[in-house]
């Protein structure tokens, strides 16, 4: 436990910290200075400067606001001496950050003053922050949003992360295809959020061979590793602030460089290309995510990148453990819990082992002992192509050390396995680390090393325990645990829909904020006209912001009456944006051959990225755009129908998105989705969810009752069951609509200059072994349309039911799953961090 050396030391630094805070104001005067401070004297710029570098003197003002806060929070944890978290994981989708500083900070108000002195508009200037796109999808929005969470629950939690030089690619489109540019986000100089800590930095070592001795007197193994390659791991920190309350946690990003700026010895010989190359092979780790959602594309590049995240972070919780502690590790395991965000950071568990053994002069037994109750392990899919293995060959060369660590894991595992179960060689087959064909399986790795391991949504845990996991939840029932994934509302409540902020404050308080279950209260205005007419404002308000938005990136116009239809997410077979387009394409069927009434005048807005080496994803994207240009360009169509590709689907697009959306799309084949968040920022929002059987849309059903959710398709045991004996030719043939909608693709009716470039996703769907199943839910999902259409004709009943999504959705907060993983698999207490005295406090 910490004891800082000296109590009168730690006293003597906050009395200064508190005179380096003395000038920070919180009043509109003070922060005018703090901004022009910087827009004038660091920038050299003046008031009539792009926007960009009045965001960046903004965000620099209340940067230094935060660094106190963050150097109390730091001194409160260091003087607890409390237990810590450290959420280990690839990606951190965090988009931007200004809006959300100012929201937890309570600044936003006298900012909102100090600008307007100046002439100047806040929401020009959060325009000009770009986002931090550092995640693909919802993987990396969860660890965002998990962040946010845990400093408002004052929990001491890390995060640990890469700092990719290009995030995830900006998408553009050309002729209806998807372009990738890089993501040049870092480019204007400085992220103003972030601090370099280089005297943090760590070394991460790649390649080599290991050699082993017994030490002549104690007989030990003694284990080295040696002609490795060094890469410097430097450190850069964001800071998390809680909702205000004093708290700033931390996430810090790991940059790779190399060890030696040139090696100068090839530099005098004359290799002046080869030093420079070799600084950058070193750089090139995190140069750039890889694009790929919910499917692994086993690069080595990538792995590397892994082992650089866990063995920098590790590295450094055990440095920050030895400086209080020296080499006592008897009680790291009751401090430190690491959380692994998917099997991603798996190396983990022999990364530990191989501190503690060669580092440290454990042996195996206490080695094990600690890291078997350090490490905890998160799964994100049942998808067999996002399942990860590495060869055996490739860490062999890579980190030979590790390899075996890993094989002397597996024996071990594999003996416990046989005691139990003796003669039982499938078993042994199907459980072990690694595989027949040579490969290291990352989940098993990470299931094995993990005191804890849980699913994302009921659904999903309850599959793995059945399927995928069946045999470890077997030998070890007890690690097996649900934490149903959650969002912010914080970030996607209060600073993505200011207008309804506006109204739930006047309604039921602030208190929502950090206790969403208070929505609830919204319930008794159900039937009170003037609230619902408030309700119908904010909405329409929002739809306006969205149909801008809509007009800016794609020039399409938007009639604001009709139904807004939104499926926005990663582009990919088993979330089937593919039905909901055969859907579009049967409403205009029915517009050109009738019966066209009764009608619900409708625009569907699709969004999302396709990786870019998932062919049919991209070839989804040609179809939706040439669908939308049918539909959008014919006469008779009208206002009835309208289709729009929102290019470059991103955090803050999806600000502007969910906000303004009627009807949210949740319609993955049951059993793929692990959970989904898109899907609860919709309903916190107002959304109606037309949905399966899938991931979290099970809780949200549950949530806002049956008859507030349109439901449709097979639940997942029935998709593995009409699997079996799957002919959706006689499915096809059964159902007129569909005969229609089909005949019209086949016939090249959105194609027509472009012959046979959708042969291969309609023979896809024709298949029998088509695993998303997509034909086989068309019927029950046109007829959950239908009912859509229906209810929306009832403006009244519609907004009820859009008050009672918003006001149910209280489980949905991040705030409830960061208790759970708190209460069930960290165990920390919460943090009390000290308001610090200011002299001109407004
Ligand atoms: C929430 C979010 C996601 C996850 O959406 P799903 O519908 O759950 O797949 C992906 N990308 C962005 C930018 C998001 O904000």
Redesign the pocket.
């Given at each position: 436990m910490y004891a800082p050396d000296n109590e009168d030391c730690a006293n003597f630094e906050a009395e200064v910290l508190a005179k380096a805070m003395r000038c920070l104001g919180n009043d509109s005067a003070s922060l005018e200075t703090s901004f022009l401070h910087y827009l004038y004297n660091t920038f050299g710029r003046q008031l009539a400067s792009p926007d960009y570098y009045q965001f960046k003197a903004l965000s620099f003002s209340i940067r230094d606001r935060l660094m106190c806060q963050w150097k109390q929070t730091w001194l409160a944890h260091y003087r607890s001496g409390t237990k810590k978290a450290y959420y280990l994981s690839m990606e951190f989708?965090i988009g931007r950050s200004l809006i959300n500083n100012l929201l937890n900070l309570g600044l936003e108000e006298s900012v909102r003053q100090a600008l307007h002195a100046l002439g100047i508009a806040l929401e020009e200037l959060e325009q000009a922050e770009r986002d931090a796109g550092l995640g693909n999808?919802?993987l990396g929005?969860l660890a965002a949003c998990f962040m946010d969470s845990c400093a408002t629950l004052q929990l001491p939690v890390m995060g640990y992360g890469l700092r990719y030089k290009y995030g995830m690619f900006r998408q553009r489109i050309q002729n209806g295809y998807q372009v990738e540019d890089p993501d040049p986000w870092l480019r204007h100089g400085e992220y103003p959020w972030e601090v370099q800590r280089a005297d943090y930095t760590c070394v991460v070592r790649f390649g080599g061979y290991t050699r082993m001795y017994k030490e002549p007197h104690s007989g030990r193994l003694i284990v080295h590793w040696e002609h490795a390659e060094e890469v410097l791991a430097v450190p850069y920190d964001v800071p998390i602030a809680g909702f205000r309350n004093q708290t700033v946690n931390t996430l810090r990003l790991w940059s790779a460089t190399s060890a030696e700026d040139f090696d100068l010895s090839d530099f005098n010989a004359g290799s002046y290309f080869e030093a420079v190359a070799e600084k950058n092979d070193a750089e090139a780790i995190t140069m750039v995510l890889y694009p790929n959602d919910a499917s692994e594309n086993g690069k080595e590049l990538r792995l590397r990148q892994q082992y650089f995240l866990v063995s920098a972070s590790l590295q450094d919780v055990v440095r920050h453990w030895k400086r209080a502690h020296g080499s006592d590790f008897s009680r790291f395991a009751e401090f430190n819990v690491f959380q692994l965000n998917d099997t991603h950071p798996s190396l983990a568990v022999p990364e530990l082992m191989r501190i503690l053994l060669d580092e440290e002069q454990f042996d195996w037994d206490s080695a094990w002992a600690i890291v078997s109750r350090t490490l905890a392990y998160t799964n994100h899919t049942l998808l067999p192509e996002a399942l990860e293995t590495w060869p055996v060959t490739l860490l062999q060369r890579l980190l030979p050390r590790l390899l075996e660590v890993i094989y002397e894991i597996n024996g071990r595992f594999l003996s416990q396995v046989a005691m139990k179960w003796p003669a039982d060689r499938d078993r042994l087959r199907r459980m072990s680390i690694v595989d027949q064909d040579g490969r290291v399986r990352m989940a098993h790795l990470a299931l094995v090393g993990s005191y804890s391991v849980n699913g994302v949504a009921a659904l999903h845990s309850r599959l793995l325990k059945e399927g995928l996991f069946r045999d470890f939840h077997q030998l070890w029932p007890e690690r097996f645990n649900n934490k149903t994934n959650g969002v912010t509302p914080r970030r996607w409540l209060a600073a993505a829909n200011p207008a309804l902020r506006g109204l739930l404050n006047e309604t039921i308080g602030e208190g929502w904020l950090t206790d969403l279950d208070q929505l609830q209260a919204l319930e008794e205005k159900t039937y009170d006209p003037v609230f619902l007419e408030r309700w119908h404002q904010v909405r329409r308000h929002n739809k306006q912001r969205l149909a801008a938005l809509v007009r800016e990136r794609t020039g399409i116009v938007l009639n604001t009456e009709a139904l807004f239809d939104v499926q926005v997410?990663?582009i990919h077979e088993y979330?089937r944006q593919l039905l909901n387009v055969l859907h579009l394409i049967h409403l205009y069927a029915r517009i050109k051959f009738g019966p066209a009434e009764p009608w619900t005048n409708r625009c569907a807005i699709i969004g999302g990225k396709a990786a870019p080496g998932y062919a049919m994803a991209k070839t989804i994207i040609k179809l939706i755009h040439n669908v939308a240009a049918v539909i959008n360009r014919d006469p008779d169509v009208g206002d009835r129908l309208k289709l729009v590709f929102l290019p470059d689907?991103?955090?803050s697009a999806?600000e502007v998105i969910c906000p303004g959306t009627d009807l949210s799309e949740q319609i993955s084949t049951a059993g793929k989705e692990a959970s989904?968040?898109?899907?609860m920022?919709f309903m916190m929002n107002g959304a109606l969810t037309i949905g399966t059987l899938d991931g979290a849309n099970v809780e949200i059903r549950e949530a806002v009752g049956e008859e507030n959710f349109f439901l449709f398709g097979l639940r997942a045991e029935e998709v593995a069951a009409a699997r079996r004996n799957y002919n959706p030719q006689a499915l096809v043939e059964a159902d007129t609509s569909l005969r229609q909608v089909l005949q019209l693709l086949e016939a090249g009716h959105f194609n027509q200059f472009e012959p046979g470039i959708f042969d291969d996703l309609i023979a896809g769907m024709l298949s029998p072994a088509d695993p998303w199943l997509t034909l086989a839910d068309f019927r029950s999902y046109m007829q959950a349309q239908q009912r859509v259409d229906q209810a929306y004709l009832d403006q009244p009943g519609w907004m009820r039911m859009s008050i009672i999504n918003t006001a149910r959705s209280g489980r949905f907060s991040t705030d409830r799953t960061m208790r759970q993983y708190n209460e069930e698999i960290w165990h920390l207490r919460p943090i009390q961090v000290a308001p610090l005295m200011t002299t001109a406090r407004g």
């Open positions: 989708l999808g919802g929005r997410k990663r979330k689907y991103n955090v999806m989904g968040t898109g899907n920022k």
